[in-house]
């Protein structure tokens, strides 16, 4: 009777625990869907980053200023989402970009873009515009601003 008491207990303690919450949410194949939806009519507490039009998008001020650590943070995400398109020089000379037609937008001082204000370039980062992608679902705001001030520095 007690080994099979102490059978039943060691079994139950191996058994994987079930969160109830919406957070802890595991899909049952890599690249699905999770299985437990939202409820019907539910609202998000956090809200949703809206599209802003350019008009809107020229008058926001780049909150991240130009520090040493802020540009190095830039870097490193120009490096891997924009070098494949744009290059290392920002020239659009990068491995994918060589491809396009038209070839990926000169990113340089004196260049049209350059002219553009940080929140103009934001918006490009976040919506996408001709043919570059919108990076709004793999950058949040703030790393999207670091970019902003890294694409400052390309001479």
């Known amino acids: 009777m007690l080994a099979a008491l ?4 060691g079994s139950l303690t191996a058994c994987e625990r ?3 919450n919406m957070w802890d949410n ?3 194949k890599p690249q ?3 299985v437990r939806l939202p409820p019907k009519d539910s609202v998000p507490t956090k809200g949703k980053e809206r599209n802003l039009s350019m008009a809107e998008a020229v008058k926001l001020k780049n909150p991240v200023d130009p520090s040493e650590g802020n540009l190095s ?11 494949p398109c744009h290059g290392v020089s920002g020239k659009g000379d990068g491995p994918v970009g060589k491809k396009y037609v038209p070839t990926p937008a000169d990113l340089h001082a004196g260049s049209p873009v350059s002219a553009l204000p940080d929140g103009a370039l934001f918006a490009i980062l976040s919506n996408g515009a001709g043919g570059m992608p919108a990076f709004r679902a793999d950058l949040t705001p703030d790393e999207r601003w670091h970019v902003v001030v890294y ?3 390309l001479k």
């Open 6 to 9: 102490v059978l039943a207990a």
């Open 18 to 20: 079930i969160d109830r």
């Open 26 to 28: 595991p899909a049952y």
């Open 32 to 34: 699905e869907e999770p």
């Open 73 to 83: 943070k830039g870097k490193d995400l120009y490096g891997i989402f924009c070098v």
């Open 151 to 153: 694409l400052r520095t």
